[in-house]
């Protein structure tokens, strides 16, 4: 009995919740790609991002060229150098090598966070204007084309034109 009970209870909260979701759905979609390439500021965040990857790759050129030539001198002299010379300056090429490999772990690192600092507000003006237009035109849900994972589309609305608009672009 308590059993039944619980089934109908079940069954009449799916079945009535059912009846009550059932609302209009209108899709639309973006291609997300195509719309930051057009956004305002994009253009001066990818010059000053250009200008820490040319600061890190001047430095790190630098770095490399210090361990050739301590290479190429270690090479033309280790016949004439005595173990424990020999050892040290080993040590430190080693050193060197290392530290190389240090700053361009770090340099990637802090070039990806770079990346994300400059092109964060664009991104984020950029979900505002999807946000709202979707909001002003009833939109259920907004996809992302440029994503890749969108693999059928039929009776979706692109809202590139609208976003456009919103943000005062042409």
């Known amino acids: 009995m308590k059993k039944s009970l619980i089934l109908l209870f079940v069954a009449v909260f799916a079945f009535g919740s059912t009846a009550f979701a059932q609302k209009t759905v209108k899709l639309g979609h973006i291609n997300s790609s195509e719309l930051m390439q057009i956004m305002p500021g994009k253009d001066s965040a990818q010059t000053a991002f250009q200008a820490e990857v040319e600061v890190l790759d001047r430095d790190l050129r630098a770095m490399q060229e210090e361990l050739e030539k301590k290479y190429n001198d270690y090479n033309e002299r280790k016949t004439q150098m005595t173990d424990l010379i020999r050892k040290t300056k080993e040590s430190e090429l080693q050193d ?3 530290r190389i490999q240090t700053y361009r772990q770090d340099a990637e690192e802090r070039l990806k966070q770079k990346e994300e600092e ?14 709202d237009v979707a909001k002003e035109n009833g939109y259920t849900y907004i996809f ?9 589309q039929q009776d979706s609305d692109d809202i590139f034109p609208l976003v456009k608009k919103k943000l005062g672009l042409k």
């Not at 400059?118 to 946000?131: F, N, S, T």
């Open 96 to 98: 060197l090598g290392q």
């Open 118 to 131: 400059l092109l964060k507000p664009i991104i984020e003006r950029a979900k505002q204007a999807i946000a």
């Open 144 to 152: 992302d084309t440029s994503a890749g994972v969108l693999l059928y």
